[in-house]
Antibody, heavy 114, light 109 residues
Framework: QMVESGGGLVQPGGSLRLSCAAS????????VNWVRQAPGKGLEWVANIKQDGSETHYVDSVKGRFTISRDNAASSLYLQMNNLRADDTALYFCATGRSQFYYWGRGTLVSVSS | DIQLSQSPSTLSATVGDRVTITCRAS??????LAWYQQKPGKAPKLLIYKASSLETGVPTRFSGSGSGTEFTLTISSLQPDDFATYYC???????????FGGGTKVELK
């Protein structure tokens, strides 16, 4: 099971930190991802992180603004989002896997608006 | 990055129909092509991985095929539970980046 939290309403230029708590499986053995879905739109991969945190990758639109991290001792994944824009408004999911995504959370909603 | 284009964007069908969804890539994709089903208000569910491998627990009426730049998801006999939106997804092993197709909504005719 994966449970996201930390979403909310934020003004453009603001920051949010999303969390994803994992349970029921060995979190430390999986690559983990953030995937988002704007209201009424399709899925967009945001970022991923290797099992030990030594490797991270981002979609171009968030590079330099978002940072993915993890704490294997706490079985948790994070997404620090800075300089948020209106087009970052979406439901943010965490998902396990590298080449395909097995376990998904239910998502946390981020709304960027003044 | 590799772009994925799905067709059709909407498909109208009835129970029992054979349904085929196509996913075309902007350049050659290795075998890391997956398919997901998403219902409103729910997280996506993995159906197929590595283009043609059926995820554990997924009904055998779902199948995937293809290689190179063209892939298909087939539902052999559409069931009431299958009305949903379907997405393809590729993983680029060189850049470790991921892209999704735009989605295909399967609706009742």
């Amino acid at each position: 099971q994966m449970v996201e939290s930390g979403g909310g309403l934020v003004q453009p230029g603001g920051s949010l930190r999303l969390s994803c708590a994992a349970s029921g499986f060995t979190f430390s053995t999986y690559w983990v991802n953030w995937v988002r879905q704007a209201p009424g739109k399709g899925l967009e991969w945001v970022a991923n992180i290797k099992q030990d945190g030594s490797e991270t990758h981002y979609v171009d639109s968030v590079k330099g603004r978002f940072t993915i991290s993890r704490d294997n001792a706490a079985s948790s994944l994070y997404l620090q989002m800075n300089n948020l824009r209106a087009d970052d408004t979406a439901l943010y999911f965490c998902a396990t896997g590298r080449s395909q995504f097995y376990y998904w959370g239910r998502g946390t909603l981020v709304s960027v608006s003044s | 990055d590799i772009q994925l284009s799905q067709s059709p964007s909407t498909l109208s069908a009835t129970v029992g129909d054979r349904v085929t969804i196509t996913c075309r890539a902007s350049r050659t994709v290795n075998s890391y092509l997956a398919w997901y089903q998403q219902k409103p208000g729910k997280a996506p569910k993995l159906l197929i991985y590595k283009a043609s491998s059926l995820e554990t627990g997924v009904p055998t009426r779902f199948s995937g095929s293809g290689s190179g730049t063209e892939f298909t998801l087939t539902i052999s006999s559409l069931q009431p539970d299958d009305f949903a939106t379907y997405y393809c997804q590729q993983f680029n092993s060189f850049s470790a980046s991921v892209t999704f197709g735009g989605g295909t909504k399967v609706e009742l005719k």
